[in-house]
């Protein structure tokens, strides 16, 4: 019960309402949320095909994630931002709304798998950054990665048509 009476709360600050009162803001919003999920998701995915051996094979690894993970980090955080004020538009319908909640999960195992590569596999790619496929728990992570956030956009797309 507290997430509900949590989401009610939210639903009625000045921002949510505004908001949610407004003509062009929510609509604003969800495209400035689609374009930079689709910078998240675009960068990732560049990582993760390197990491299947299906592109950029004459990239080192560990370059293609320096020059992309900025823009990863940066368009995140921008979907986030955004994704909270949609959120909080209209919190109720959210809380109920399974899409949404498969969304969130998908975006921490997604994570978790993330951290997992950084903290496991990635610790060596010295060894497998160039000329050599990358190790097997790499390109789980990799081909995991691709699954979630193609998951995630999915449910994203979904939630509003329920």
């Known amino acids: 019960m507290f997430l509900r009476t949590f989401c009610e709360w939210v639903e009625q600050t000045n921002v949510a309402v505004t908001i949610a009162e407004s003509a062009w803001m929510f609509p604003t919003l969800e495209s400035i949320h689609v374009i930079a999920l689709g910078l998240v998701v675009g960068s990732i995915a560049m990582v993760d095909l390197r990491l299947l051996g299906l592109s950029a094979q004459s990239l080192r690894i560990s ?6 993970l900025p823009w990863t980090w940066a368009s995140f955080a921008v979907a986030v931002a955004t994704g909270v004020l949609l959120f909080a538009s209209n919190a109720t319908s959210y809380y109920d709304n399974i899409p949404f909640r498969l969304k969130l999960v998908l975006i921490a195992l997604a994570g978790a798998n993330m951290l997992l590569f950084h903290f496991g596999a990635y610790r060596r790619v010295a060894e497998w950054d160039h000329g050599v496929p990358a190790p097997l728990p790499a390109r789980m ?3 995991l990665s691709l699954t979630f956030w193609i998951g995630v956009v999915t449910a994203g797309r979904w939630i509003g048509f329920v």
């Open 63 to 68: 370059r293609l994630s320096e020059d992309v």
């Open 141 to 143: 992570a990799g081909a």
